[in-house]
């Protein structure tokens, strides 16, 4: 699929969860509560205390912007600049605001409680309601969070699993959102890196549970489709493997068999042998790949795969009887 190609699982998830509505005034405060918790930094200049959120979706910051017109009667600046990275540039979208109008919406996200008093972790009143939790779930996804899975047709990559993870400052934070994610049966682990916390999830159907949660179900139906794909994958390759291994014991067993045929005719000759025998013998010769139950069906009589495996065996017993013998008829 095209979007494997080029943004894969986590761009198909951002851009569906984008793009989905808010209605109630509640569930608003939640989203922006989940953006500002997971990208948002406050800041004081000369022109005093303020708020920034970046991020990198233009949609998204335009989303934003709207909501906190709609809860608080002012519209954020919106700034676009190109942040420096070791690997080429990238665009960021910034959201700012300052003074009483940007303290109004802490407040209303339950960030901060009153003038400068700051809240860690999520506000239980912010995420009462199950359909706000999921907004500040997709808040946070879209401001910190990223899904990964492995390439749809590649069975041995083990580098890239599946993988969803929220990025938080702090443990109060990390913890609060794992017992959120907990609510939704969702069993989450915590772990430090660059003091930063990762509150992440690597099981395949819990991960597509969550995208559901969240509202990203088309990314959900890809991460599924990718699945069943690898699903069937695994399973030709284990048939391919089976095979494989089959044959392998076939032609181990054919090279055996011919060395000890070769042995007798060497020592004693093949007239020595019975006629079924030696007529097994001289098949096995001119068959030298087949396996036993083709080698069966070339002979007089059709012998059964058992009755053809007890000649062999017999074979093999000749030609180790002429070794213990140093060789001699």
């Given amino acids: 699929m095209e979007k494997e190609k080029t943004g894969g699982i986590a761009q198909?998830?951002?851009e569906e969860l984008t793009s989905v509505k808010i209605g109630r005034a509640c569930c608003k405060r939640a989203f922006l509560a989940g953006i500002i918790r997971g990208a948002g930094n406050f800041y004081?200049?000369?022109?005093?205390?303020?708020?920034?959120?970046a991020l990198p979706s233009a949609e998204l910051i335009a989303k934003c912007a709207l909501l906190v017109k709609n809860l608080v009667g002012n519209e954020p600046e919106v700034?676009?600049?190109?942040s420096s990275r070791e690997v080429g540039n990238k665009t960021v979208y910034e959201l700012k605001l300052r003074g009483d109008v940007c303290f109004d919406l802490l407040s209303e996200t339950g960030i901060s409680p009153a003038p400068y008093q700051f809240a860690d972790g999520i506000a239980p009143e912010t995420v009462a309601e199950d359909c706000c939790a999921s907004a500040f779930l997709r808040g946070i996804f879209l401001a910190s969070g990223t899904v990964s899975a492995p390439p749809r047709h590649t069975v041995t990559a083990k580098a890239v699993?599946?993988?969803?993870?929220?990025t938080v400052n702090t443990s109060r934070m990390a913890e609060d959102?794992?017992?959120?994610?907990?609510?939704?049966?969702?069993?989450?682990?915590?772990?430090?890196?660059?003091?930063?916390?990762?509150v992440y999830v690597k099981d395949a159907e819990i991960i597509s549970n969550l995208l559901v949660r969240m509202g990203a179900v088309r990314a959900m139906m890809e991460l599924q489709d990718i699945l069943a794909t690898r699903s069937l994958n695994n399973d030709n390759n284990r048939q391919i493997n089976c095979a494989s291994a089959n044959i392998d014991?076939?032609?181990?067993?054919?090279?055996?068999?011919?060395?000890?045929?070769?042995k007798i005719r060497s020592a004693r000759g093949l007239?020595?042998?019975d006629p079924a025998l030696k007529a097994t013998a001289e098949a096995r010769l001119a068959n030298p790949e087949t396996t036993l139950s083709e080698l069966a069906a070339t002979l007089p009589g059709n012998p059964s795969k058992s009755c053809l495996n007890h000649r062999m065996r017999k074979l093999l017993a000749i030609a180790a009887e002429i070794d213990d013998n140093?060789?001699?008829a």
């Avoid at 700034?79 to 190109?82: A, D, E, G, V």
């Avoid at 699993?161 to 929220?166: G, R, T």
Wanted: no cysteine.
């Fill in 12 to 14: 198909l998830a951002k």
């Fill in 44 to 53: 004081v200049d000369h022109e005093g205390f303020g708020v920034k959120v």
């Fill in 79 to 82: 700034i676009m600049r190109t």
């Fill in 161 to 166: 699993s599946y993988y969803l993870d929220f």
């Fill in 177 to 198: 959102l794992k017992e959120l994610l907990a609510r939704f049966d969702v069993a989450a682990r915590i772990r430090v890196r660059n003091e930063l916390y990762s």
């Fill in 249 to 262: 014991k076939t032609i181990d067993a054919s090279i055996r068999q011919i060395l000890a045929i070769e």
């Fill in 271 to 273: 007239d020595s042998l």
């Fill in 326 to 328: 140093g060789g001699n």
